[in-house]
T-cell receptor, first 110, second 113 residues
């Protein structure tokens, strides 16, 4: 089973841009890439979803290269409330199962 | 609140007992997912329903686990003969379409003593 990997943790200061990358080299051809935010003792919350190139919404941007083997979540001007764990979610090409990434714990400092 | 709800929020049981969790998805969502999450790890896919049909099951879902979604509405996840390794947060999510955004419930935290 292919692993979907992310950096374990990242630190940032308020107002900075944060980029979190997910490596998913066995992504299913027809599947989307979705990113979620999770606070302690809560279920994950949707941030953004894309298939290829770039997607932007009111809270984030998602960059996906042509080979789709990775993706980068970009959070502009983070605040203290963005301190959370961030996960990517993709479908695995071999098993056709959904796989969450290993998660990135983002700590934002004042 | 029209989000995904899960009951109970917490369950403590003794090893060997059976437990059942319930998930009520957002009413117009025909897709429903179950995940398991242990401390410090990402959620692991367990199973997936489209309406009342269970379409996919993970190998993590041993024969002690069973899930149902009668009439394509709420879903139940039952664990028989619980083991300490079953202790985890069990998350339910629903979605209105294939590859769509999943809306997660608050989870049921299971502790097996």
């Amino acid at each position: 089973l292919a692993k979907t990997t992310q950096p374990i943790s990242m630190d940032s200061y308020e107002g900075q841009e944060v980029n979190i990358t997910c490596s998913h080299n066995n992504i299913a051809t027809n599947d989307y890439i979705t990113w979620y935010q999770q606070f302690p003792s809560q279920g994950p919350r949707f941030i953004i979803q894309g298939y290829k190139t770039k997607v932007t919404n009111e809270v984030a941007s998602l960059f996906i290269p042509a080979d789709r083997k990775s993706s980068t979540l970009s959070l502009p001007r983070v605040s203290l409330s963005d301190t959370a764990v961030y996960y990517c979610l993709v479908g695995d090409d071999d098993t056709d199962k959904l796989i969450f990434g290993t998660g990135t714990r983002l700590q934002v400092f004042p | 609140d029209t989000g995904v709800s899960q009951n109970p929020r917490h369950k403590i049981t003794k090893r060997g007992q059976n437990v059942t969790f319930r998930c009520d998805p957002i009413s117009e969502h025909n897709r429903l997912y179950w995940y398991r999450q242990t401390l410090g790890q990402g959620p692991e896919f367990l199973t997936y329903f489209q309406n009342e049909a269970q379409l996919e099951k993970s190998r993590l879902l041993s024969d002690r686990f069973s899930a149902e979604r009668p009439k394509g509405s709420f879903s139940t996840l039952e664990i028989q003969r619980t083991e300490q390794g079953d202790s985890a947060m069990y998350l339910c999510a629903s979605s209105p379409r294939e590859f769509g955004e999943q809306f997660f419930g608050p989870g049921t935290r299971l502790t097996v003593l």
